[in-house]
Structure formats: structure tokens, C-alpha cells
Nanobody, 113 residues
Framework: VQLVESGGGLVQAGGSLRLSCAAS????????MAWYRQAPGKQRELVAS???????VYVDTVKGRFTISRDNAKNSMYLQMNSLKPEDTAVYYC????????WGQGTQVTVSS
């Protein structure tokens, strides 16, 4: 399975970005997917997850600001990020909730103050 993330960029604090994740392979609709991020000098952390049926879970730091979604017909997942903060700066990755697929290259999100 190949994962390709896109949509990152440089944005001012308070701005928005929408990340996309494209996955190859079959059975995507059955798999709980997730977004992760890794800031410089820090460990990779879970941001949000979504079941095949669309049930979403968020970490407290992004609740109310980020929205995870998916389109099973397109083998794709998305992360709408609003009210961005400098502390959201990181490389964002998608993977299964169990991190069982090979990591993609990620997409850089940089939020300036």
C-alpha cells in the first residue's frame, strides 16, 4: 500500500489548510485511518482518527479546530485545519490507526505567528 499526503504549506496563525491523503490498495473502506504529525525534535503523535463508517476521534489539542473526513470511493482521507496555531507546525502523515502501512513522505505545515 502506498500513501501520498498533500496540501501542506505556509500559513499565518488563524488561517486554514486542507490536507489530503491518497491510499492505494483494497479494503480501504474497512480500515480505521488516522492523521499523525511530527514536529521538529519531537515524536510523531496522533492527531485524529476515523473509522470506515466515519466515526471521528480527535486529540484534545485540535478538537473544535480540525475535522477529519474520508471518501471511501476515492480511497482518500482529508484533514480540514482551521484556526491554525504556531504549535501546529509539523510534518503531517496519514496511516492506519495501527500504523501498519509504510509511511509516506508527509506534507509540511508551517504556521507563522
Amino acid at each position: 500500500v502506498q500513501l501520498v499526503e498533500s496540501g501542506g504549506g505556509l500559513v499565518q496563525a488563524g488561517g486554514s489548510l486542507r490536507l489530503s491523503c491518497a491510499a492505494s490498495g483494497s479494503n480501504f473502506r474497512l480500515i480505521t485511518m488516522a492523521w499523525y504529525r511530527q514536529a521538529p525534535g519531537k515524536q510523531r503523535e496522533l492527531v485524529a482518527s476515523i473509522t470506515g463508517g466515519g466515526i471521528a476521534v480527535y486529540v484534545d489539542t485540535v478538537k473544535g479546530r480540525f475535522t477529519i473526513s474520508r471518501d471511501n470511493a476515492k480511497n482518500s482521507m482529508y484533514l480540514q485545519m482551521n484556526s491554525l496555531k504556531p504549535e501546529d507546525t509539523a510534518v503531517y502523515y496519514c496511516n492506519t490507526r495501527g500504523m501498519s502501512w509504510k509511511w509516506g513522505q508527509g506534507t509540511q505545515v508551517t504556521v507563522s505567528s
